[in-house]
Protein backbone atom coordinates (compact mmCIF):
# COMPACT_ATOMS: atom_id res chain seq x y z
CA UNK A 1 0.00 0.00 0.00
CA UNK A 2 2.77 2.23 0.60
CA UNK A 3 4.24 2.20 -2.85
CA UNK A 4 0.96 2.86 -4.37
CA UNK A 5 0.70 5.87 -2.28
CA UNK A 6 4.36 6.57 -3.25
CA UNK A 7 2.85 6.70 -7.49
CA UNK A 8 1.15 9.39 -6.47
CA UNK A 9 3.59 11.76 -5.60
CA UNK A 10 1.76 14.00 -3.15
CA UNK A 11 3.02 16.53 -0.80
CA UNK A 12 3.48 15.67 2.97
CA UNK A 13 0.80 16.04 5.55
CA UNK A 14 -1.93 15.78 2.00
CA UNK A 15 -4.94 13.91 3.80
CA UNK A 16 -6.20 10.61 2.73
CA UNK A 17 -9.26 9.47 4.16
CA UNK A 18 -9.32 5.65 5.32
CA UNK A 19 -12.52 3.58 7.23
CA UNK A 20 -12.02 3.88 10.55
CA UNK A 21 -12.53 -0.12 10.72
CA UNK A 22 -9.90 -1.75 8.71
CA UNK A 23 -6.18 -3.42 9.99
CA UNK A 24 -3.72 -1.30 11.21
CA UNK A 25 -2.08 -1.46 8.11
CA UNK A 26 -4.19 0.74 5.68
CA UNK A 27 -3.29 3.30 8.39
CA UNK A 28 0.51 2.63 8.69
CA UNK A 29 0.80 2.74 4.81
CA UNK A 30 -0.72 6.70 4.68
CA UNK A 31 1.60 7.50 7.60
CA UNK A 32 4.95 6.02 6.40
CA UNK A 33 4.14 8.14 3.04
CA UNK A 34 3.97 11.40 5.56
CA UNK A 35 0.45 11.50 4.86
CA UNK A 36 -2.27 12.30 7.30
CA UNK A 37 -5.05 9.64 7.67
CA UNK A 38 -8.66 10.65 8.24
CA UNK A 39 -10.73 8.09 9.54
CA UNK A 40 -14.41 7.28 8.29
CA UNK A 41 -17.13 5.26 9.81
CA UNK A 42 -18.44 2.14 8.33
CA UNK A 43 -21.55 0.57 7.08
CA UNK A 44 -23.10 -1.77 10.07
CA UNK A 45 -24.14 -4.30 7.47
CA UNK A 46 -21.14 -4.70 5.07
CA UNK A 47 -18.54 -3.24 7.46
CA UNK A 48 -16.93 -1.33 4.23
CA UNK A 49 -16.52 2.41 4.57
CA UNK A 50 -19.90 4.60 4.96
CA UNK A 51 -20.05 7.15 1.59
CA UNK A 52 -22.11 9.66 3.76
CA UNK A 53 -19.49 9.62 6.60
CA UNK A 54 -16.88 9.88 3.71
CA UNK A 55 -18.45 12.76 1.85
CA UNK A 56 -18.58 14.77 4.82
CA UNK A 57 -14.56 14.66 5.98
CA UNK A 58 -13.20 16.47 2.64
CA UNK A 59 -11.42 19.33 2.84
CA UNK A 60 -8.60 21.17 0.42
CA UNK A 61 -6.32 18.69 1.55
CA UNK A 62 -8.61 15.37 0.79
CA UNK A 63 -6.49 13.77 -1.92
CA UNK A 64 -7.19 9.85 -1.87
CA UNK A 65 -9.68 7.74 -0.74
CA UNK A 66 -8.78 3.85 0.46
CA UNK A 67 -12.10 1.88 0.47
CA UNK A 68 -10.83 -1.30 2.29
CA UNK A 69 -13.10 -4.22 1.49
CA UNK A 70 -13.01 -5.66 4.67
CA UNK A 71 -13.60 -9.39 5.55
CA UNK A 72 -13.86 -9.66 1.71
CA UNK A 73 -16.99 -7.66 1.37
CA UNK A 74 -16.65 -5.34 -1.63
CA UNK A 75 -16.99 -1.94 -0.64
CA UNK A 76 -19.81 0.59 -2.31
CA UNK A 77 -17.19 1.62 -5.32
CA UNK A 78 -20.13 2.99 -7.41
CA UNK A 79 -20.57 5.66 -5.22
CA UNK A 80 -17.10 5.91 -3.70
CA UNK A 81 -15.97 6.49 -7.85
CA UNK A 82 -18.31 8.99 -8.69
CA UNK A 83 -18.06 10.85 -5.51
CA UNK A 84 -14.04 10.86 -6.09
CA UNK A 85 -14.24 11.65 -9.98
CA UNK A 86 -16.20 14.84 -8.47
CA UNK A 87 -13.90 15.50 -6.04
CA UNK A 88 -10.73 15.09 -7.95
CA UNK A 89 -9.38 12.40 -5.63
CA UNK A 90 -7.74 9.22 -6.18
CA UNK A 91 -8.92 6.07 -5.27
CA UNK A 92 -6.59 3.36 -3.99
CA UNK A 93 -8.45 -0.21 -3.31
CA UNK A 94 -6.92 -2.25 -0.22
CA UNK A 95 -7.91 -5.30 -1.30
CA UNK A 96 -5.69 -7.70 1.01
CA UNK A 97 -9.14 -9.40 2.31
CA UNK A 98 -10.86 -9.82 -1.01
CA UNK A 99 -8.72 -10.91 -3.71
CA UNK A 100 -11.27 -12.40 -6.51
CA UNK A 101 -14.10 -10.63 -4.32
CA UNK A 102 -16.81 -9.11 -7.27
CA UNK A 103 -18.49 -6.20 -7.50
CA UNK A 104 -21.46 -5.94 -10.13
CA UNK A 105 -18.99 -7.63 -12.75
CA UNK A 106 -15.45 -6.25 -11.52
CA UNK A 107 -13.03 -7.72 -9.63
CA UNK A 108 -11.84 -5.83 -6.47
CA UNK A 109 -8.63 -4.01 -6.79
CA UNK A 110 -9.45 -3.56 -10.67
CA UNK A 111 -11.43 -0.62 -9.90
CA UNK A 112 -9.14 2.31 -8.36
CA UNK A 113 -6.37 4.04 -10.15
CA UNK A 114 -3.65 1.81 -8.34
CA UNK A 115 -4.67 -0.57 -5.81
CA UNK A 116 -2.96 -3.53 -3.64
CA UNK A 117 -3.29 -6.79 -2.10
CA UNK A 118 -1.88 -9.59 -0.09
CA UNK A 119 -0.86 -12.93 -0.03
CA UNK A 120 -0.37 -13.64 3.53
CA UNK A 121 -1.08 -17.09 4.20
CA UNK A 122 -4.27 -16.89 5.54
CA UNK A 123 -5.95 -13.68 2.68
CA UNK A 124 -8.29 -14.96 0.15
CA UNK A 125 -5.14 -16.14 -2.02
CA UNK A 126 -2.62 -17.08 0.11
CA UNK A 127 0.91 -17.61 -0.44
CA UNK A 128 3.38 -20.21 1.36
CA UNK A 129 4.99 -16.83 3.26
CA UNK A 130 4.55 -13.25 2.88
CA UNK A 131 3.60 -11.73 -0.47
CA UNK A 132 1.93 -8.72 -2.16
CA UNK A 133 0.39 -7.25 -5.65
CA UNK A 134 0.08 -4.10 -6.97
CA UNK A 135 -2.53 -3.87 -9.85
CA UNK A 136 -2.94 -0.84 -12.16
CA UNK A 137 -3.98 0.14 -15.73
CA UNK A 138 -1.60 3.38 -15.30
CA UNK A 139 1.56 2.76 -17.46
CA UNK A 140 3.63 5.67 -15.32
CA UNK A 141 2.51 4.05 -12.07
CA UNK A 142 3.18 0.80 -13.30
CA UNK A 143 7.11 1.70 -14.41
CA UNK A 144 7.18 3.49 -11.17
CA UNK A 145 6.21 0.88 -9.05
CA UNK A 146 8.65 -1.66 -11.15
CA UNK A 147 11.32 0.35 -10.89
CA UNK A 148 10.91 1.88 -6.87
CA UNK A 149 10.61 -2.34 -5.69
CA UNK A 150 13.57 -3.27 -7.31
CA UNK A 151 16.06 -0.39 -5.57
CA UNK A 152 14.89 1.67 -8.41
CA UNK A 153 16.68 -0.01 -11.02
CA UNK A 154 14.55 -1.35 -14.16
CA UNK A 155 17.92 -2.37 -16.16
CA UNK A 156 20.39 -3.86 -14.86
CA UNK A 157 23.23 -1.37 -12.86
CA UNK A 158 21.49 1.10 -14.09
CA UNK A 159 19.61 3.11 -11.00
CA UNK A 160 17.12 6.07 -11.95
CA UNK A 161 15.82 6.74 -8.47
CA UNK A 162 16.37 5.65 -4.79
CA UNK A 163 13.94 2.43 -4.17
CA UNK A 164 14.26 -0.70 -2.25
CA UNK A 165 13.56 -4.71 -2.56
CA UNK A 166 9.87 -5.56 -2.31
CA UNK A 167 9.85 -8.10 -5.16
CA UNK A 168 7.43 -11.06 -4.77
CA UNK A 169 9.49 -13.84 -3.93
CA UNK A 170 9.53 -16.58 -7.27
CA UNK A 171 8.40 -19.05 -4.92
CA UNK A 172 5.70 -17.49 -3.93
CA UNK A 173 4.55 -16.47 -6.99
CA UNK A 174 5.07 -20.16 -8.95
CA UNK A 175 2.89 -21.45 -5.52
CA UNK A 176 0.31 -18.44 -6.13
CA UNK A 177 -0.14 -19.12 -10.29
CA UNK A 178 -1.07 -22.72 -9.58
CA UNK A 179 -3.43 -21.72 -6.51
CA UNK A 180 -4.72 -19.03 -8.49
CA UNK A 181 -6.81 -21.35 -10.91
CA UNK A 182 -8.36 -22.71 -7.60
CA UNK A 183 -9.56 -19.08 -6.40
CA UNK A 184 -12.85 -19.05 -7.75
CA UNK A 185 -14.23 -22.77 -6.80
CA UNK A 186 -12.74 -21.97 -3.25
CA UNK A 187 -14.60 -18.42 -3.10
CA UNK A 188 -17.62 -20.40 -4.80
CA UNK A 189 -17.74 -22.88 -1.48
CA UNK A 190 -17.25 -20.01 0.75
CA UNK A 191 -20.58 -18.28 -0.31
CA UNK A 192 -22.44 -21.50 0.31
CA UNK A 193 -20.93 -22.00 3.62
CA UNK A 194 -22.20 -18.48 4.56
CA UNK A 195 -25.54 -19.51 2.93
CA UNK A 196 -25.66 -22.43 5.22
CA UNK A 197 -24.61 -20.27 8.51
CA UNK A 198 -27.39 -17.80 7.25
CA UNK A 199 -29.86 -20.09 6.89
CA UNK A 200 -28.93 -21.90 10.39
CA UNK A 201 -28.90 -19.00 12.41
CA UNK A 202 -31.22 -16.28 11.41
CA UNK A 203 -34.05 -16.99 14.05
CA UNK A 204 -31.26 -16.44 16.94
CA UNK A 205 -32.05 -12.81 17.95
CA UNK A 206 -28.75 -11.98 19.75
CA UNK A 207 -27.02 -12.54 16.46
CA UNK A 208 -26.88 -9.93 13.50
CA UNK A 209 -25.37 -11.73 10.19
CA UNK A 210 -23.89 -10.32 7.28
CA UNK A 211 -25.95 -8.97 4.52
CA UNK A 212 -25.73 -10.76 1.51
CA UNK A 213 -26.13 -8.43 -1.20
CA UNK A 214 -26.94 -9.29 -5.15
CA UNK A 215 -24.61 -6.38 -6.10
CA UNK A 216 -21.46 -8.12 -5.21
CA UNK A 217 -20.03 -12.01 -4.16
CA UNK A 218 -17.86 -11.74 -1.12
CA UNK A 219 -14.49 -13.91 -1.21
CA UNK A 220 -15.27 -14.52 2.67
CA UNK A 221 -12.14 -14.04 4.54
CA UNK A 222 -13.55 -14.50 7.65
CA UNK A 223 -17.54 -14.91 8.86
CA UNK A 224 -18.51 -11.82 11.14
CA UNK A 225 -21.58 -12.05 13.25
CA UNK A 226 -22.60 -9.27 15.55
CA UNK A 227 -23.75 -10.17 18.65
CA UNK A 228 -23.96 -8.95 22.30
CA UNK A 229 -22.90 -11.66 24.42
CA UNK A 230 -19.83 -12.17 21.84
CA UNK A 231 -17.45 -13.00 24.98
CA UNK A 232 -19.27 -15.71 26.54
CA UNK A 233 -20.14 -17.09 22.88
CA UNK A 234 -16.42 -16.77 22.15
CA UNK A 235 -15.36 -19.05 25.61
CA UNK A 236 -18.74 -21.66 25.26
CA UNK A 237 -18.06 -22.34 21.64
CA UNK A 238 -13.84 -23.23 22.76
CA UNK A 239 -15.10 -25.55 25.46
CA UNK A 240 -17.22 -27.48 21.79
CA UNK A 241 -13.74 -27.29 20.32
CA UNK A 242 -14.93 -24.30 18.11
CA UNK A 243 -12.27 -22.00 17.52
CA UNK A 244 -13.34 -18.53 16.95
CA UNK A 245 -11.88 -14.97 16.58
CA UNK A 246 -12.44 -11.52 16.89
CA UNK A 247 -11.67 -8.88 14.01
CA UNK A 248 -10.54 -6.60 15.58
CA UNK A 249 -11.03 -6.20 19.59
CA UNK A 250 -9.72 -3.04 19.83
CA UNK A 251 -10.04 -0.06 16.38
CA UNK A 252 -6.86 1.12 15.11
CA UNK A 253 -6.86 4.56 16.26
CA UNK A 254 -7.24 3.45 19.88
CA UNK A 255 -3.69 1.52 19.61
CA UNK A 256 -0.76 3.09 20.94
CA UNK A 257 0.52 3.73 17.51
CA UNK A 258 -1.97 5.98 16.30
CA UNK A 259 -2.94 7.70 19.88
CA UNK A 260 -1.26 10.75 17.94
CA UNK A 261 -3.92 11.75 15.75
CA UNK A 262 -5.91 12.20 18.75
CA UNK A 263 -9.35 10.50 16.97
CA UNK A 264 -12.43 11.23 19.32
CA UNK A 265 -14.14 7.63 19.56
CA UNK A 266 -17.25 9.19 19.83
CA UNK A 267 -17.07 9.93 16.13
CA UNK A 268 -16.90 6.41 15.02
CA UNK A 269 -20.20 4.26 16.59
CA UNK A 270 -20.01 1.55 14.11
CA UNK A 271 -16.31 1.06 14.55
CA UNK A 272 -16.78 1.23 18.13
CA UNK A 273 -19.99 -1.04 18.59
CA UNK A 274 -17.84 -3.44 15.72
CA UNK A 275 -15.13 -3.81 17.67
CA UNK A 276 -17.38 -4.84 21.22
CA UNK A 277 -19.72 -7.54 19.02
CA UNK A 278 -17.71 -8.89 16.20
CA UNK A 279 -16.72 -12.28 16.29
CA UNK A 280 -15.29 -14.65 13.41
CA UNK A 281 -16.90 -17.87 12.60
CA UNK A 282 -14.67 -20.98 11.19
CA UNK A 283 -15.29 -20.44 7.46
CA UNK A 284 -12.47 -22.14 4.46
CA UNK A 285 -12.91 -24.16 1.51
CA UNK A 286 -13.23 -27.68 2.77
CA UNK A 287 -15.50 -27.30 6.28
CA UNK A 288 -18.08 -29.64 5.66
CA UNK A 289 -21.98 -28.99 5.81
CA UNK A 290 -22.13 -30.80 8.74
CA UNK A 291 -19.61 -28.59 10.34
CA UNK A 292 -21.35 -26.03 9.51
CA UNK A 293 -24.32 -27.60 11.12
CA UNK A 294 -22.38 -28.70 14.11
CA UNK A 295 -21.45 -24.85 15.08
CA UNK A 296 -24.49 -23.71 14.64
CA UNK A 297 -26.52 -26.07 16.82
CA UNK A 298 -23.41 -25.03 19.52
CA UNK A 299 -24.58 -20.92 19.01
CA UNK A 300 -28.12 -22.53 19.52
CA UNK A 301 -27.68 -24.76 22.59
CA UNK A 302 -25.68 -21.81 23.91
CA UNK A 303 -28.78 -19.12 23.14
CA UNK A 304 -31.08 -22.01 25.05
CA UNK A 305 -29.33 -21.36 28.50
CA UNK A 306 -28.44 -17.46 27.73
C1 LIG B 1 -3.35 -8.13 5.62
C2 LIG B 1 -3.76 -6.75 5.36
C3 LIG B 1 -2.85 -5.78 4.90
C4 LIG B 1 -1.37 -5.98 4.82
O1 LIG B 1 -0.90 -7.05 4.18
P1 LIG B 1 0.67 -7.36 4.16
O2 LIG B 1 0.79 -8.59 3.33
O3 LIG B 1 1.12 -7.53 5.56
O4 LIG B 1 1.31 -6.17 3.52
C5 LIG B 1 -3.35 -4.53 4.55
N1 LIG B 1 -4.64 -4.22 4.68
C6 LIG B 1 -5.54 -5.11 5.14
C7 LIG B 1 -6.99 -4.71 5.23
C8 LIG B 1 -5.13 -6.40 5.50
O5 LIG B 1 -6.04 -7.28 5.95
Redesign the pocket.
Known sequence: ?KICLEALNLNSGDEVIVPAH??I??FS?VIQTGLLPVPADVNPDTFTIDPQHLSSLITNRTRVVIP???YGFPAEMSQIMEFSAEKNLFVIE?F??STGAKYRNARTGSLGIIN?????PV?SLGAFG???IITTNNKEMADFCLKYRNYGSLEKYHFEMIGFNSRLDELQAAMLSVKLRQLDKWIGEKNKIARRYIDNLKEVPDIQLPAIKNHFIPSW?IFPVLCEKRDELQTYLNTKGIETLVHYPVPAYRQPALKFLQVNKENFPVTEMISRKELSLPIYPGLSDEEVDYISECILDFYKSN
Open positions: MTFATAVHLDAQGTSFYKDGGH
